[in-house]
């Protein structure tokens, strides 16, 4: 076995296979595992966010958080070893998503609110486009986004709507409730 991780780490062709492909076994194996990882972490992370959570229960899930932390700065790390033109990988729009998603346990340990930053590993589930062959849908996105961006000034209309219609219904029951003691309302 480790003679094998070894000569595996001697090919980088091999290794960048599996790494950047999709399409042998090795490789989507390898991207189901960042996958399952990604969104581990994620649970995690919402999990760990809960008040309720206690102390051997908060122990494990850091324990947990700590492994994964482990696993995507390797991967990070083997992605631009067996990248042939590491500044770009580095630079590329996938290369700053890991990076990003690998930084914020790091952070932590001088900002505390930085393990929040954890919510960017959920921009790597981006990659399931590329394991699914997705990305002809990128022209969809594109086209909804267009819509949205034409027809912009009917949203804000509705938006503003909705607002002036909330603050009338909030005054009625505002004004129903009255400034008794047992109102729910302190302030309109």
């Not at 003679?3 to 390898?30: C, H, Q």
């Not at 960017?120 to 819509?147: D, Q």
């Amino acid at each position: 076995m480790y003679k094998k991780l070894i000569a595996l780490l001697k090919d980088k062709a091999r290794l960048y296979e599996i790494v950047f492909g999709s399409e042998t076994p090795a490789a989507r194996k390898f991207d189901l595992m960042v996958i399952i990882a990604i969104s581990v972490s994620l649970i995690v992370m919402f999990v760990e966010s809960m008040q309720i959570v206690d102390g051997h229960f908060k122990l494990a899930l850091e324990i947990i958080e700590g492994c994964l932390t482990f696993f995507f700065t390797a991967e990070y790390l083997l992605r631009l070893y067996c990248s042939p033109k590491k500044r770009d990988y580095a630079l590329s729009f996938f290369g700053v998503i890991d990076f990003f998603a690998t930084i914020p346990p790091y952070l932590a340990l001088l900002f505390p609110a930085a393990r929040y930053m954890l919510v960017f590993r959920a921009f790597r589930f981006i990659r399931v486009f590329r394991i699914f062959k997705l990305f002809s849908f990128i022209n969809e996105g594109f086209l909804l986004l267009e819509s949205i961006r034409r027809s912009m000034t009917k949203i804000l209309v509705y938006f503003l709507f909705v607002w002036i219609l909330v603050i009338c219904i909030g005054t009625l029951m505002f004004i129903m409730e009255g400034t008794s003691s047992e109102s729910a309302f302190s302030d309109l």
